[in-house]
């Protein structure tokens, strides 16, 4: 079987976890018999210290490597990317070696170097969060949506920031040889779970403001306690100790988000882990997590996640066992 050839580029400054987690994904899963050979490559070539310091021995320069033969070329990110899409060679170069690649993909603010090579020009692609205003100021041309873990547009594939990069390598993996594999991979590594690129870069609890006076905490902790409990505005009003009305009014203020928006989302995050981790029928799952019925976790997972309870569940079970060795 031809080997795929995944080529990484790197720069002075880059992000050394956009390298070294997909890297690794793509090594596990050609230990599990995928046909990669991965090389890294960088400007100059040598070493390339990354944005933390650590220092990261390249295996080929740029421009001198050949660019015919990429499979799948994935830029990384970090603080350096914007002196790196000033160079004139490495980005003649990317653009060169993603004309006759299979897919392209960039990592966190790898997106940047693809664009300043003219690769992204329509699609829709993704970032870090705190990249998007920079993104979508400087390339009018690109439709930038920093909502998703990772997008897939075409052969173009963009992801959010540094730990995305995994789940990036992951559906890449999935895409070649299957869920299974990638799915086993994940597991080895010690990945709590393959994450669909629709899946919003932070859970709830991270993407909303943290409560600042005890009663919306007590309502927010209730919440939490138990996903699948009634939680109307008058129920979190009782936990609060405040009336309906002041409740809604100061959790808003406070969150961000509506009483019911953030009910909603955990027991979504709720539901699936049910659904990732448990046997229980789609109805059960519906109902501990407080959806009541298998239709209304079936619209509200569209909504969210646009995919179906069962498809979810079938995306992050496997039937496979563990590979038989030390992982690492």
């Excluded at 299957?178 to 899946?199: C, I, K, M, S, Y």
């Excluded at 979504?268 to 448990?278: C, H, I």
């Excluded at 239709?295 to 992050?316: C, D, N």
Aim: aromatic share 6%.
């Amino acid at each position: 079987m031809t080997q795929r050839r995944i080529t990484f580029v790197v720069f002075e400054g880059f992000q050394s976890l956009d390298l070294v987690g997909p890297y690794e994904v793509f090594q596990h899963a050609a230990r599990l018999g995928g046909s990669y050979a991965c090389e890294v490559v960088a400007p100059g070539g040598g070493g390339v210290r990354a944005s933390s310091g650590l220092l990261m021995h390249t295996d080929h320069p740029v421009p001198g490597r050949d660019p015919a033969g990429v499979d799948t070329l994935v830029v990384a990110g970090g603080r350096g990317v914007d002196t790196a899409r000033e160079d004139a060679e490495l980005v003649d170069w990317v653009r060169e070696a993603a004309s006759g690649a299979r897919r392209v993909a960039s990592v966190c603010s790898g997106v940047f170097l693809l664009a300043a090579a003219g690769l992204l020009t329509g699609r829709r692609v993704t970032t870090h969060w705190a990249r998007e205003r920079q993104l979508t100021s400087e390339h009018p041309e690109i439709r930038a949506d920093c909502g998703p873990v990772f997008i897939r547009d075409g052969h173009v594939w963009t992801s959010a920031g540094v730990t995305a990069g995994m789940d990036l390598a992951l559906a890449l993996v999935e895409d070649d040889l299957g869920r299974d594999t990638a799915h086993v991979v994940a597991r080895e590594l010690v990945l709590f779970l393959r994450r669909p690129g629709t899946q919003a870069q932070f859970s709830v609890a991270m993407s909303t403001r943290p409560p600042e006076t005890d009663p919306v905490r007590a309502a927010v902790a209730a919440i939490h306690a138990d996903p699948g409990a009634r939680h109307c505005v008058d129920d979190l009003a009782t936990h609060a100790a405040l009336s309906p009305r002041h409740l809604q009014r100061r959790f808003t203020s406070e969150v961000g988000v509506t009483p019911a928006a953030y009910v909603e989302q955990v027991r979504v995050e709720a539901a699936q882990r049910s659904l990732a981790e448990g046997d229980e029928p789609v109805e059960a799952v519906a109902r501990r997590n407080g959806f009541g019925t298998a239709e209304t976790l079936r619209r509200t997972f569209h909504r969210r996640l646009g995919v179906a309870p069962s498809e979810y569940r079938a995306r992050f079970r496997s039937t496979q066992p563990l590979s038989k060795g030390v992982p690492s």
